[in-house]
């Protein structure tokens, strides 16, 4: 598995390992946690642009060099807070590193937990925090993270996840869900 992580740079960030109900309950890092399946702290964006048609949102097909999930489409960017880091301060930060473009209002809408185990022994065991904010530039993501960027309207988006589950990460209908409803929308899954 250290192979898997080899060529992650934040391999070594301490992560902040919690309990069922998001209270800090230690530390440990990225490889450790994802080898060991420990339930961690983490968060998923989505940026949202007023299109012609009415609001889109931004999605990422993950860099096919990432550990798990690579060429899959999900949020706009996702990662973990640092040990002593707020979530919404890691949001700011990594839309920046991953996106290469500025996010505005972001805030947490909602948060939930999942488990989803990969083929390479990793484990993915997140308290994931849903932030939804705005997009303020044109992405230019690192291709180390993203492959490619879109923007979706809300209807074709719930079609894609119908037809398509398979195109997307694990964690990606729920968090989508959950994010166009606090916008306004329905429930695509």
Not at 3 to 25: F, H, N, Y
Not at 78 to 105: F, I, K, N, Q, T
Not at 114 to 141: K, T
Not at 148 to 172: D, K, M, S, Y
Request: proline residues 4%; hydrophobic residues 40%; negative net charge.
């Amino acid at each position: 598995m250290d192979e898997l992580m080899a060529s992650d740079p934040s391999k070594d960030d301490k992560l902040i390992l919690v309990d069922g109900l998001d209270r800090e309950v230690g530390t440990a890092t990225k490889l450790q946690a994802h080898a060991e399946g420990l339930l961690h702290r983490a968060f998923s964006v989505l940026l949202v642009r007023e299109g012609d048609s009415g609001q889109e949102l931004l999605l990422a097909k993950r860099s096919i060099s990432k550990y798990h999930s690579g060429g899959l489409w999900a949020n706009s960017c996702c990662s973990h807070p640092r040990a002593g880091e707020e979530v919404v301060a890691a949001a700011y930060r990594r839309v920046r590193e991953e996106l290469g473009c500025e996010a505005a209002d972001l805030r947490e809408v909602a948060a939930f937990a999942y488990r989803a185990e990969f083929d390479s022994g990793l484990c993915e065991y997140e308290y994931d925090h849903v932030i939804v904010g705005r997009c303020e530039g044109d992405p230019n993501p690192d291709p180390a993270e993203a492959s490619e960027v879109r923007w979706v309207g809300f209807g074709e988006l719930a079609t894609e996840l119908a037809e398509r589950p398979e195109a997307f990460a694990a964690w990606a209908p729920m968090v989508l869900s959950m994010a166009m409803v606090s916008l306004g929308r329905v429930s695509c899954v």
